[in-house]
């Protein structure tokens, strides 16, 4: 059985209940989706910054009600990481490079073989390996 792993934005919107179809393939994949130690940091490092912070606070502490486990970002994930990131640099020195925290949680993503949830699937196309989904049907 395969897990997911979305990425920041897909566990943000799904938070805020702005796509009925994310919503309920959440509820659909409940049981296999895993939350990237990078994800939570993202996460809350976001909900630091606002100045509504209670809000965003009770949004993830449903979260972690609905998934209390964070699966650690180890060593074979950093490795993952670190070869993907030294493949990309072969590339054309004018590509669009990835962002780091994006090419953590592929890297994340490949070294527990999981399906990358997101929305933005051209930065990930690059990724040799690397099955991604978007679930989100609206921008």
């Not at 990481?81 to 990835?98: D, G, I």
């Amino acid at each position: 059985m395969r897990i997911y792993l979305p990425d920041t934005n897909v566990f943000s919107r799904a938070m805020r209940k702005q796509d009925a179809a994310l919503s309920e393939r959440f509820i659909e994949a409940a049981p296999r989706i895993c939350l990237s130690a990078v994800v939570w940091f993202e996460l809350t490092y976001g909900a630091e910054k606002r100045p509504d912070l209670p809000v965003f606070q009770e949004r993830l502490n449903l979260l972690r009600e609905a998934i209390p486990e964070t699966e650690p970002f180890d060593e074979e994930a950093a490795w993952h990481a670190a070869r993907l990131r030294v493949y990309l640099e072969t590339l054309k020195p004018n590509a669009q490079p990835v962002g780091h925290y994006d090419l953590l949680l592929a890297g994340h993503a490949l070294s527990i073989g999981a399906i990358l949830v997101t929305h933005n699937v051209r930065e990930f196309v690059r990724v040799p390996g690397l099955v991604v989904e978007d679930w989100q049907t609206e921008d």
